[in-house]
């Protein structure tokens, strides 16, 4: 079945730092979402990537879709103590139901 | 407008019993799912209900069931727990209907911890 995978599955930086978070499915995606989890919190939708190539900005999150629309990333610049969570993707395959992937737990040290 | 209300926040079970979770959906959100979330496993998805239909499934045992409410509510019920089952339960409701491509929106959760 459809899987999804993120890497990497934690990462500590430091403030000021950069941090990327990568997607991959198994299978072509129709579309891909991103959420944010804080610590204690719910997921929150962060934005939604659907053609092939495609590049986001939301100030400093850049979101990239891939060419095969299998693949995904999320990068933030500078990051601030505000960044700290979990960071989820969803992609939607063939079985019309979002799969997501494991998640990237984000630690920013001040 | 009122978001996404889980009921109820906390719940402790023994083994073997039963449980009901209940769900609220944004109003106006007739599509609503149901995930699992655990440290190790990140969020599964359990099924989703649309129009009162369960229109998709994960890979869950049976004991995991659920329905929806003419007024959209959905409840999810455990049968036989066991303390796998123990875990954050998420419901998320959306305004997908044949067209998929809308954000969901979470509740905050009821966490589960059976003993």
């Known amino acids: 079945g459809q899987q999804v995978m993120q890497i990497p599955q934690y990462q500590h930086v430091q403030e000021g730092e950069d941090f990327t978070t990568y997607c991959n499915s198994s299978?072509?995606?129709?579309?891909i979402q991103w959420y944010k989890q804080r610590p204690g919190g719910h997921p929150v939708f962060l934005i939604q990537?659907?053609?092939?190539?495609e590049v986001k900005k939301q100030k400093r999150l850049t979101f990239q879709f891939g060419e095969a629309k299998k693949n995904s990333s999320l990068h933030i610049t500078a990051t601030q103590t505000t960044d700290v969570g979990t960071y989820f993707c969803?992609?939607?395959?063939?079985?019309?139901?979002?799969?997501f992937g494991t998640g990237t737990r984000l630690k920013v040290l001040a | 407008k009122a978001g996404v209300t889980q009921t109820p926040r906390y719940l402790i079970k023994t083994r073997g019993q039963q449980v009901t979770l209940s769900c609220s959906p944004i109003?106006?959100?007739?599509?609503v799912s149901w995930y699992q979330q655990t440290p190790g496993q990140g969020l599964q998805f359990l099924f989703e209900?649309?129009?009162?239909?369960?229109?998709n499934k994960g890979n869950f045992p049976g004991r995991f069931s659920g329905r929806q409410f003419s007024n959209s509510r959905s409840e999810m019920n455990v049968s036989t727990l066991e303390l796998g089952d123990s875990a954050l339960y998420l419901c998320?409701?959306?305004?997908?209907?044949?067209?998929?491509?809308?954000?969901?929106?979470f509740g905050q959760g009821t966490r589960l911890t059976v003993v």
């Open positions: 998320a409701s959306s305004l997908r209907g044949a067209e998929m491509n809308t954000e969901a929106f």
């Open positions: 299978t072509t995606l129709s579309n």
């Open positions: 990537l659907v053609k092939s190539g």
């Open positions: 969803a992609g939607l395959g063939g079985t019309y139901k979002y799969i």
């Open positions: 109003s106006g959100h007739r599509s």
């Open positions: 209900y649309f129009s009162e239909t369960q229109r």
